[in-house]
């Protein structure tokens, strides 16, 4: 069953004349699933999830929450969020600085919408807070506690009211590195293990890969590619999404020849490369070539190109270099390339990704 | 000759910047200023007003009283009640500006900025005239309804927390919404998300949160409310509710005895030595506000939603507000002074209604005490400005002084006005024999503005705390001197917060009642004592004409406040 859908929403600030950031935007997020949305800063994803939490008011299309709806233009409807069935977190965490860890789980639900007695919400406030494994830290306060605890006490606030929906805005960002790894997962098993439908805000693309069961990219206020996290990675149905993934060198091109499943792409700059073929070529047809510089490497016969730039980067040196129409990334392993050495860079065998040329 | 265009090639001597030292005069005389009263009060509280020499003889007079035990009594009443009004109309005002999404918001900043602009004792006159016993509207049309005595008697200490406490509303809402808006948005969507209510919100998130701006805030105006003369004046001395700034006054006004400055410093140094243990605390509470920051990330606006009820009842609120503590006194001082004697609206009294008041003795009057007012209120400020601005810079550059500045201002705000008064008095009395200023504008203008440094010194102070350090060392690596620093790049940049702690001061000015009563005498008046004097003698009409005049000037000042320090259209 679909637990949240949105249909044609559409969101304008600063009145009828003011900027449109969310347009005709439709979603269907299921029942216990992890939906996350990804995109750039401005793209409309955390005015989406505050318009599912009824933080924002839409001004335009239908909301609704396993069949109900909570947002309605037509029928002039607004459910206002202490009435939703959700639980948030938000990218501050937003904890009450002047209360204790166990008395923001416990405010919650004895003053949320779980109105539970005193006993009750005691009890229920320990549990919570042994599950999240923050029980020692009950009597602490906000302000006694680093980003990793207070990310749990968040996210124990959220989910004591056992709510259906659980939102996220970026959950993660004020953590560092390592632990954000580990509370990454840590977050996917407790959606999980409880079975709450989740919906995720994010501009990391390893929150959303480790987060989702399916990832909505958005880009101008509408949702570009949802799919499975290893669907969006694999075969992006954009150049700016394949990028959102990470690093792409690119060529350009037009599409020389179709056969079968394959098209051969001849580069402006000379050569000619096999890729696999999509659903909108047409020969003659202007196109961008992508691929990861993990499937690219120096050998011996490829693309010929100039060192202008090699340093070290982690276990590896990084090196940029130019190929004539364009300056592409390439690792290798080893020591530094002294500048102005020819280089030719090979791709293994379908490498390259072809996006529609704009 | 031929200019080089090369690196300097040596270390130059001094460079000499005389305007410096015209900064470092300027400061040590402020600080000199400020500590006059403090020492005199002390000075003339230990001197005998009987024997005339030094001792305890006033303190023991004063405490020995019997009057000493109901003055601190009826002052703790008007001073905690007067807070305890102020609190529940300001705070709700504060929460509706900095937290929601109420649509007269903007209404809300401009009737609190009037209601500061506007003197206290104009208030109290307009409801002189409307809930005096003898002649008030109310009670007079309840006499001709009823043909009973007084409906209502605004000689009462009820009426003096009321109206004491209305008008501590628009200073407060200035001091709370700031702290109410620095709370990040969060808090309440996070409240709001999880199914608590608004109310709960705001009682167990909000004001928790805020509670050490709530307290400095509550210990700041209980200064104030203890210091404020307006109402305790015009409202408590008619029905003999004395408290301390009263008491100090008639000490020094009394028809029957010589002017007894010992006993008024003495009590004036008391309340001071009180007062400052209460600023000491405020700023203990203000450097433990800094604690309670809020968590992570960024900051996000505040928005409570409101529904229509909501808005509608805050609507409503918020008019009351207006129309109880600017509105409804203007309107009466605008009866009062077109009707040659008080009387309840009626068709025989709109026939009586002419612009009489406005004739020539109101024109002499403006010409004389107008054009004082407008002269003390232009100078004052301004020297003012001079004196502050120069302490900020030196308080920058020197530490050590920088410190010395900060404590003698804090000591000089616990002085309250009525005893800066009296404190001068003396002091022209003193070196009248050598310097004749005693009962002149000058020593009305120092005593004015001495009052004012300390809360000016607060604002230039935040100003050029607000500027990057890096500016003014750059300009020293640069070689450029400190005094032209000042007045080419700190000054220009600081311009806004300058211009808001010169009309702060004008205003302030304008609506000084207590020095300008204390100081004042036949030939040297400001509108303000004038009409405290017209309404003490009963010219009831002449006081409400000069006090429209009055509200004029102060809409001109307020006017011109606002357009200066709005913030500019973004391009």
Sequence with gaps: MTAITLAKIEKRFGGPRGVLVLNDLD????????????????????????????????????????????????????????????????????????????QNVRFTLERGRTRLSRPEADTRTRDTLEMMQIGHLADRRITQLSGGQQQRVALARAIAQRPSILLMDEPLSNLDPQLRSDVRGEIRRLCKSLGTTAVIVTHDRDDALGLADRVGVMEGGKILQQAAPSEVMGAPSSLFIARLFGEMNTLEGQVASLKGEDAVVACTGGGRFSVKRAAWMKEGQLVVLGARPASQFFASEGVPGTIVESHLEAQMHRNKVDVGDAVMTIYHEGDALPVGERVNIATKPQGWMPFQAR | ????????????????????????????????????????????????????????????????????????????????????????????????????????????????????????????????????????????????????????????????????????????????????????????????????????????ILLPMTAPALISTGLFFLVISVETFDYAGMLGMPARIDVIAT????????????????????????????????????????????????????????????????????????????????????????????????QPPSLDAISKLSLAGFGSQFWAELANVGTTTVFITLFVPTCVLLFTISMSWVSGRMPAMGRTIDLVTIVSLAVPSIVIAVVFNIGGLTVHRYMPIFGTVWLLVIAIGTRYVATAHRITENAFRQLNPEMAEYARTAGITSSRTLVSIAIPAARTGLVFAWFWVALLTLRELPITLIMSNYDLQTLASRIFLYNSSGQTQQSAALSLALFAIVAVFLAGFLYLTRRPVAR
Aim: glycine share 10%; charged share 10%; aromatic share 10%.
């Design chain 2, 1 to 204: 000759m031929p200019q080089s265009t090369g690196p300097a090639s040596m270390i130059t001597a001094r460079r000499s910047d005389p305007l410096n030292t015209v900064v470092m005069v300027l400061a040590i005389t402020a600080v000199v200023l400020l500590l006059l009263p403090i020492a005199g009060l002390i000075l003339s509280s230990f001197l005998s007003d009987e024997t005339k020499t030094f001792g305890l003889a006033n303190y023991q007079s004063i405490i020995g009283s019997r009057k000493f035990a109901t003055v601190i009594a009826n002052t703790a009443v008007l001073a905690v009640g007067s807070l305890a009004v102020m609190f529940v109309i300001a705070i709700p005002l504060a929460w509706l500006y900095a937290r929601t999404n109420f649509r007269w918001r903007g209404a809300i900043l401009v009737a609190a900025t009037s209601q500061i602009a506007v003197p206290g004792f104009l208030v109290a006159l307009g409801y002189i005239f409307l809930l005096n016993p003898s002649n008030g509207l109310v009670n007079l049309w309840w006499q001709e309804v009823s043909g009973q005595g007084a409906l209502v008697n605004i000689y009462s200490m009820p009426w003096i927390i009321v109206l004491q406490g209305l008008t501590m509303v628009g200073p407060a809402f200035y001091f709370l919404a700031p702290a109410f808006s620095s709370v990040d948005g969060a808090m309440e969507e996070a409240a709001s998300a999880h199914g608590i209510s608004k109310s709960d919100a705001l009682f167990r």
């Design chain 2, 247 to 342: 008491w100090i006054y008639q000490y020094t006004q009394s028809a029957m005895t010589l002017p007894q400055y010992g006993h008024a410093s003495a009590i004036g140094t008391m309340t001071a030595a009180v007062l400052l243990a209460l600023i000491v605390v405020q700023m203990l509470v203000f450097k433990r506000s800094a604690d309670a920051g809020t968590i992570g990330g960024r900051a996000r606006v505040a928005s409570v939603r409101l529904g229509s009820k909501a808005q509608i009842a805050s609507t409503i609120g918020l008019a009351i507000y207006a129309f109880l503590g600017i509105g409804l006194p203007f309107l009466m001082l605008v009866w009062t002074a077109l009707l040659p004697v008080p």
């Design chain 1, 27 to 102: 979603l269907a997020v299921k029942e216990g699933e992890s939906y996350v949305l990804l995109g750039q800063s401005g793209c409309g994803k955390t005015t989406t999830l505050r318009m599912m939490a009824g933080l924002e008011v839409p001004t335009g299309g239908e909301m609704g929450f396993s069949g109900t709806p909570v947002y309605s233009q037509r029928e002039r409807l607004w459910l206002p969020p202490e009435r939703r069935p959700i639980g948030m977190v938000f990218q501050s965490y937003a904890l009450w600085p002047t209360m204790t860890v166990r």
